[in-house]
């Protein structure tokens, strides 16, 4: 069992940054692919980033490619995403996720585990 807690959503300027931060308990966490996910308003949860359980390789969406870098620190159990150069259309509740397996997966029935999410809202 994996239980995963979201932190570090807000309020935030366009152009400004946010670190989101997961923290996972559970004794599987440092071997699972990790993801995050967001779902904005009237719209279907999408995938934003994912990183593989020795954090060597990662995936971005190509909306966030080049603004939004995930990591790990898998002695601490938890999952990082920081996110530059906000856009409104950034704003969306976040979610992290751990895969069913040992990579990350941009689908969200690849998924075993959800976090509740954290808000980001991201002003004009």
């Known amino acids: 069992q994996v239980q995963l807690v979201e932190s570090g959503g807000g309020l935030v300027q366009a152009g400004g940054s946010l670190r989101l931060s997961c923290a996972a308990s559970g004794r599987t966490f440092s071997t699972r692919g990790m993801n995050w996910f967001r779902q904005a308003p009237g719209k279907e949860r999408g995938f934003v980033a994912g990183?593989?359980?020795?954090?060597?390789?990662?995936y971005y969406a190509d909306s966030v490619k080049g603004r939004f870098t995930i990591s790990r620190d898998n002695a601490k159990n938890t999952v990082y995403l920081q996110m530059n150069s906000l856009k409104p259309e950034d704003t969306a509740v976040y979610y992290c996720a751990a895969s069913k397996g040992a990579s990350y997966s941009s689908q969200a029935n690849g998924m075993e585990y959800w976090g509740k999410g954290t808000l980001v809202t991201v002003s004009s």
């Open positions: 990183i593989k359980w020795t954090g060597s390789s990662t």
